[in-house]
């Protein structure tokens, strides 16, 4: 599968963003697809995921009641609607797919087979 990431841009604190993130190729109906971001100087960590194509969602801490992760099948895209944006949320935000997650490695990176590019995100305060 492969994943485009679009969307990120600089914003003020309190602002709202839309990530979108495009998927083509060989996508079924098991796919959990998620979005990490990384930090200067910092891991990858996981935001928020879909889990196995609806069964679930699911959040980072920081960022419940926030943002809001959906998935428009027709369009084979994924989106995170990201609300009262905070200058710690600055970070390359990556979208991420893959076949074979279970519920125990969701938040986990390298579960994943397939990454998209990564788009910023920058909050200013």
């Known amino acids: 599968v492969q994943l485009q990431a679009s969307g990120g841009g600089l914003v003020q604190a309190g602002d709202s963003l839309r990530l979108s993130c495009a998927a083509s190729g060989r996508t079924s109906s098991g796919f959990t697809t998620a979005w990490f971001r990384q930090a200067p100087g910092k891991e990858r960590e996981f935001v928020a995921a879909?889990?196995?194509?609806?069964?679930?969602?699911h959040y980072t801490d920081s960022v419940k009641g926030r943002f809001t992760i959906s998935r428009d099948r027709a369009k084979n895209t994924m989106y995170l609607q990201m609300n009262n944006l905070k200058p710690e949320d600055t970070a390359v935000y990556y979208c991420?797919?893959?076949?074979?997650?279970?519920?125990?490695?969701?938040?986990?990176?390298?579960?994943?087979?397939?990454w998209g590019q990564g788009t910023q995100v920058t909050v200013s305060s």
């Open positions: 991420a797919a893959s076949s074979r997650i279970i519920l125990s490695s969701l938040r986990i990176p390298s579960a994943y087979y397939d």
């Open positions: 879909i889990f196995r194509s609806g069964a679930s969602t």
